[in-house]
């Protein structure tokens, strides 16, 4: 299909991890200001683009925006070719083994990828001289077992997980790269965000995912882990905005990205269910496999530095956020069942 765009900025843009919940709406964001974004793929043996298919261009086609090109966290040589040939004038660092509970069972994986992937670019853009902005997407998972509630860019980081840790790794090599060498390189701190784009076994989109299911009579039971935990849940879709505004700044900074509120997945669950008219308890059963070795209890940011300096604040609430999690797995299992969709896997 024929794409139209409005008039190119001359920017280009390279973003890693552009086939997550977080790259599909950054480089919808990028385009819509008339950037030409290169997206970085890794190699899988089934599709792993649904997410941009809707945006994806024939690279045929007169006025190509985006691209997409291949590489992995793993190999720097291909993150070096790729910084060498595209020259990029932004670069969003957002691929990542991002699940928490998983770095527990490939610990070494998620430090080369989540942790050392980041030093590959970083050392990519030195080595090749490249005057260019950089974001990486840091996590509140690095506050872990949090020292000081909410917590600010200037909170200490003490990380519970092997993703936690390789995160608090990127972090710093970043600011490293900074001090050392002058990059423009920026911390994004974002607090959980969610979206009908959200992975199929983070938290929120599990539920949200099985209620869709049980109530057109997939799924009987929902299995899940710790219910106490809080966590300071966003939409996604407002924060790739903060993290262009960061790479917009006179200066490179960190910044926390939250709403400032904290609700339990068990909040989360009786909300979904109760906006689909359900009793969770009916249907939600716990499964110690769920639980992690050592659990992040509660996060909740701080994000007035980000309201200060970049002019940033989230708009939709927590209730707000489930609903529309919740009406849009509602209508993809609807459109499935009539033959017009898929239902996420
Ligand atoms: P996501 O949906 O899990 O997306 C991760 C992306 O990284 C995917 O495009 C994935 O590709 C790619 N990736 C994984 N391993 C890779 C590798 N070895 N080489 C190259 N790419 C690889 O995550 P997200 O929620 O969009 O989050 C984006 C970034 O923000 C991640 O770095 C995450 O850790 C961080 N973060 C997320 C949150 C949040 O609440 N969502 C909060 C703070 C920080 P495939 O599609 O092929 O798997
Ligand atoms: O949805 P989650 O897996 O997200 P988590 O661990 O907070 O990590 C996410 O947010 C981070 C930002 O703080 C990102 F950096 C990271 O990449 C990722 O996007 O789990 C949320 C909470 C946890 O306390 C977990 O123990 O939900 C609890 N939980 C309970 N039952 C469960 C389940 N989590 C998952 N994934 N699956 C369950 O069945």
Request: glycine letters at 6%.
């Amino acid at each position: 299909m024929k794409t139209s765009y409005p008039p190119k900025n001359d920017k280009r843009a390279l973003v890693t991890g552009i086939s997550g919940q977080d790259g599909s709406y950054l480089a919808e964001l990028l385009l819509a200001k008339g950037y030409e974004v290169y997206g970085m793929v890794r190699r899988s043996s089934s599709f792993n683009t649904s997410r941009i298919d809707h945006i994806y261009q024939d690279p045929h086609e007169a006025d190509v925006r985006l691209r997409l090109v291949y590489g992995d966290q793993a190999d720097g040589s291909s993150l070096d070719q790729l910084v060498k040939t595209i020259r990029p004038d932004e670069i969003y660092n957002l691929g990542a083994q991002s699940h928490v509970r998983v770095s527990f069972d490939i610990p070494e994986y998620t430090s080369e990828v989540t942790g050392l992937g980041c030093l590959r670019l970083l050392e990519a853009i030195r080595e090749r001289e490249l005057n260019c902005r950089f974001y990486q997407a840091s996590s509140s998972e690095m506050y872990g077992k949090c020292v000081e509630t909410p917590q600010t860019e200037r909170t200490p980081f003490y990380p519970r997980s092997p993703y936690g840790c390789a995160k608090v790794y990127a972090y710093w090599i970043t600011v490293n790269y900074r001090e050392s060498y002058g990059l423009f390189a920026c911390n994004g701190i974002l607090f959980n965000h969610e979206s009908p784009r959200r992975g199929e076994t983070f938290v929120t989109r599990k539920i949200t995912r099985a209620i869709a299911h049980i109530v057109n009579g997939l799924q009987d039971k929902l299995y899940l882990g710790n219910l106490e935990a809080k966590r300071d849940w966003g939409y996604a879709r407002e924060y790739v905005e903060a993290m262009w505004l960061m790479l917009q700044q006179a200066k490179p900074d960190d910044y926390v990205v939250a709403t400032g509120e904290t609700h339990s997945v068990r909040e989360f669950l009786e909300a979904a269910f109760a906006h689909a008219g359900l009793d969770w308890r009916k249907y939600v059963e716990i499964d110690p496999n769920y639980y992690r070795p050592t659990e992040v209890d509660l996060l909740v940011g701080d994000a007035s530095k980000a309201k200060k300096q970049l002019g940033w604040e989230p708009k939709t609430k927590f209730n707000d956020l489930v609903k529309l999690m919740v009406d849009a797995d509602m209508q993809m299992v609807k459109d499935h069942l009539a033959g017009k969709g898929r239902v996420a896997s």
